[in-house]
């Protein structure tokens, strides 16, 4: 055994020994045992690379790196893709709860609003109040103040002197009315015939709308009622809607503040807005998206005429400044039945017609110098056209007069009222010497004075 391990060791350092030089050593290990050892020249190295620097562990390095960012991008994309998603719903959460935040500040705005109107209304009327019974602990003067006709008992504030010398408002009204010009004022200013508009008094309220139905429309009385009705059977359309064709009969005005109609009569066909108008036993109208003049018979209940209206504008080409599609407004006075309109020809200014009441044939027209989209409404008294200037001012003016028996226009100044600031009809009704107006749900009546004529 001993001579094979010696034969093995003897080999190899010779042939080592052929290669280079070697060394062989023997010595005691740390475990007492014999421990042989013996080095050998590398043949091709000169010298011994550093571990970390060989080949195979620089490949090694680049492979685990490789690795390592390998499942650094996997491990990172799921991070941000939660964390993406976290922040896309925290975002999206966040954005509602702003959009309500906001919705629920501009609420509050509107309430505080509201609010403000519902406290300005409430002082508006305690001083109406307050007022009103000063008033009646006066004592009633006879004499009325200066500039107004003693023969005209309609005018309830000018009987007490207190109205003139203390109250601002009435003072700037009777400025007004001053400037109105009442010809041969040494004559009675309010006549039974025909004459100038110079008075229109505060409006009489006669029923509320019940619902939204009811915020605008047309309401009237014939002047010169036929059989199967009478002179006191009023009639009212609520215009709010696309297919209006339904008309309401009432026996007389205390029917119609109770809301309990008679009569309901469905229309062949439908209603253009709010023009409307009664006379001898017919209604006349414009039927919808047209200029097409209708008259339906109320005996018959039927329509016995119809005729386009030359040229006139319709469906919101001309309308009054309230809009309402207010293009053709029917009218009747003293001198018969009226259309107010434009067209392309005037350039928007006001048309007048007068119509056959039989068969709706024009049997005279006029050409104003005041735009229809410029007024808030107009009607006819006495063969002269009127119109308003505001629909939603409390306190506004009939601002222009034509006179079709003379064809000359002028601009005038007689206070009006809407009382409820949306007044989208105002007619004249000859027979009862009244306006008819329908004012933001409100269907109201204004008694008027008429001047005698130059």
Same mark, same amino acid.
């Given at each position: 055994?001993?001579?094979?391990?010696?034969?093995?060791?003897?080999?190899?350092?010779?042939?080592?020994?052929?290669?280079?030089?070697?060394?062989?050593?023997?010595?005691?290990?740390?475990?007492?045992?014999?421990?042989?050892?013996?080095?050998?020249?590398?043949?091709?190295?000169?010298?011994?690379?550093?571990?970390?620097?060989?080949? *195979?562990?620089?490949? $090694?390095?680049?492979?685990?790196?490789?690795?390592?960012?390998?499942?650094?991008?996997?491990?990172?994309?799921?991070?941000?893709?939660?964390?993406?998603? +976290?922040?896309?719903?925290?975002?999206?959460?966040?954005?509602?709860?702003?959009?309500?935040?906001?919705?629920?500040?501009?609420?509050?705005?509107?309430?505080?609003?509201?609010?403000?109107?519902?406290?300005?209304?409430?002082?508006? $009327?305690?001083?109406?109040?307050?007022?009103?019974?000063?008033?009646?602990?006066?004592?009633?003067?006879?004499?009325?103040?200066?500039?107004?006709?003693?023969?005209?008992?309609?005018?309830?504030? +000018?009987?007490?002197?207190?109205?003139?010398?203390?109250?601002?408002?009435?003072?700037?009204?009777?400025?007004?009315?001053?400037?109105?010009?009442?010809?041969?004022?040494? &004559?009675?200013?309010?006549?039974?015939?025909? &004459?100038?508009?110079?008075?229109?008094?505060?409006?009489?309220?006669?029923?509320?709308?019940?619902?939204?139905? &009811?915020?605008?429309?047309?309401?009237?009385?014939?002047?010169?009622?036929?059989?199967?009705?009478?002179?006191?059977?009023?009639?009212?359309?609520?215009?709010?809607?696309?297919?209006?064709?339904?008309?309401?009969?009432?026996?007389?005005?205390?029917?119609?503040?109770?809301?309990?109609?008679?009569?309901?009569?469905?229309?062949?066909?439908?209603?253009?807005?709010? +023009?409307?108008?009664?006379?001898?036993?017919?209604?006349?109208?414009?039927?919808?998206?047209?200029?097409?003049?209708?008259?339906?018979?109320?005996?018959?209940?039927?329509?016995?005429?119809?005729?386009?209206?030359?040229?006139?504008?319709?469906? +919101?080409?001309?309308?009054?400044?309230?809009?309402?599609? %207010?293009?053709?407004?029917?009218?009747?006075? *003293?001198?018969?039945?009226?259309?107010?309109?434009?067209?392309?020809?005037?350039?928007?200014?006001?048309?007048?017609?007068?119509?056959?009441?039989?068969?709706? *044939?024009?049997?005279?027209?006029?050409? %104003?110098?005041?735009?229809?989209?410029?007024?808030?409404?107009?009607?006819?008294?006495?063969?002269?056209?009127?119109?308003?200037?505001?629909?939603?001012?409390?306190?506004?003016?009939?601002?222009?007069?034509?006179?079709?028996?003379?064809?000359?226009?002028?601009?005038?100044?007689?206070?009006?009222?809407?009382?409820?600031?949306?007044?989208?009809?105002?007619?004249?009704?000859?027979?009862?010497?009244?306006?008819?107006?329908?004012?933001?749900?409100?269907?109201?009546?204004?008694?008027?004075?008429? &001047?005698?004529?130059?």
């Amino acid at each position: 055994m001993w001579f094979l391990a010696v034969l093995c060791v003897s080999c190899l350092l010779m042939g080592t020994q052929a290669q280079s030089s070697a060394s062989f050593r023997r010595a005691n290990a740390g475990n007492g045992r014999c421990q042989y050892s013996f080095t050998v020249d590398s043949p091709t190295e000169a010298s011994c690379p550093s571990p970390g620097s060989s080949p *195979e562990m620089e490949a $090694m390095k680049s492979r685990l790196g490789l690795l390592e960012a390998l499942v650094a991008r996997l491990v990172g994309g799921e991070a941000v893709s939660e964390s993406s998603q +976290g922040s896309g719903s925290q975002s999206g959460l966040q954005d509602a709860y702003n959009q309500l935040m906001g919705e629920n500040a501009q609420l509050q705005r509107e309430k505080q609003r509201l609010d403000r109107q519902v406290q300005d209304l409430q002082q508006r $009327m305690e001083v109406l109040r307050q007022e009103a019974e000063r008033l009646r602990s006066r004592p009633c003067v006879q004499q009325p103040p200066p500039r107004v006709p003693q023969n005209d008992n309609s005018f309830r504030p +000018g009987s007490d002197p207190a109205w003139h010398f203390s109250n601002p408002e009435y003072q700037e009204l009777t400025a007004v009315v001053t400037e109105v010009s009442a010809p041969n004022l040494e &004559g009675p200013t309010d006549i039974s015939g025909c &004459g100038d508009l110079v008075w229109v008094e505060d409006p009489e309220v006669h029923r509320k709308a019940d619902s939204i139905a &009811g915020k605008y429309g047309v309401w009237m009385q014939d002047p010169e009622a036929k059989e199967p009705y009478g002179p006191e059977m009023v009639w009212r359309i609520d215009a709010v809607g696309s297919e209006v064709r339904q008309l309401f009969g009432y026996e007389n005005m205390d029917q119609l503040s109770r809301g309990f109609p008679t009569k309901v009569l469905l229309l062949p066909e439908s209603v253009e807005s709010t +023009g409307a108008t009664m006379y001898k036993g017919s209604l006349y109208y414009q039927r919808r998206l047209s200029r097409t003049l209708i008259r339906y018979d109320l005996l018959s209940e039927s329509i016995a005429a119809r005729r386009d209206l030359p040229h006139a504008g319709f469906h +919101g080409q001309f309308p009054y400044s309230w809009g309402g599609y %207010t293009d053709i407004d029917l009218s009747v006075d *003293e001198n018969g039945l009226w259309a107010i309109y434009s067209t392309n020809k005037a350039k928007g200014a006001i048309v007048i017609s007068q119509l056959d009441p039989h068969n709706l *044939e024009v049997k005279g027209t006029w050409e %104003t110098k005041i735009r229809k989209t410029s007024v808030a409404n107009a009607f006819m008294i006495c063969g002269k056209l009127y119109t308003v200037a505001s629909y939603t001012s409390p306190n506004t003016t009939v601002n222009y007069m034509y006179d079709t028996a003379t064809s000359q226009g002028k601009t005038i100044s007689v206070p009006f009222k809407n009382r409820y600031r949306y007044n989208s009809m105002v007619d004249y009704n000859p027979g009862q010497r009244k306006l008819y107006a329908w004012d933001n749900y409100y269907i109201v009546s204004y008694k008027v004075r008429l &001047g005698k004529q130059e």
